[in-house]
């Protein structure tokens, strides 16, 4: 099986910095795509930003130019660095990898950390 450890959560006032992370182990031949996605109470979960195996990134609208995300391809680990967040960045921000793993390429999901942006 694949394990997705995340970290990094907490409460953080607005204009200040978090950084999350989330490290991928098991059985892993591979992997593509890793990434966060994140889900507010009441809203549908939407993408926050994903990094290729190639170094390809995506942003959400809403936080490009303040999150940036990165992968130590070594360690199989992708962060997400948290500037000048806003309180409507408040929501649980789950780890996204996608692996070839078991002769398929696979999608999995971290249980989530919760990240609430108050002062």
């Known amino acids: 099986q694949v394990q997705l450890v995340e970290s990094g959560g907490g409460l953080v006032q607005p204009g200040g910095s978090l950084r999350l992370s989330c490290t991928a182990s098991?059985?892993?031949?591979?992997?593509?795509?890793m990434g966060w996605y994140r889900q507010a109470p009441g809203k549908q979960r939407e993408l926050v930003a994903t990094?290729?195996?190639?170094?390809?990134?995506r942003y959400a609208d809403s936080v490009a130019g303040r999150f940036t995300i990165s992968r130590d391809y070594a360690k199989n680990t992708v962060y997400l660095q948290m500037n000048s967040p806003k309180p409507e960045d408040t929501a649980v921000y789950h780890c996204?990898?996608?692996?070839?793993?078991?002769?398929?390429?696979?999608?999995?999901w971290g249980q989530g950390t919760q990240v609430t942006v108050s002062s």
């Open positions: 996204y990898v996608n692996v070839f793993f078991a002769g398929a390429w696979r999608n999995y």
């Open positions: 098991g059985s892993i031949t591979s992997i593509s795509v």
């Open positions: 990094m290729t195996s190639g170094g390809t990134t």
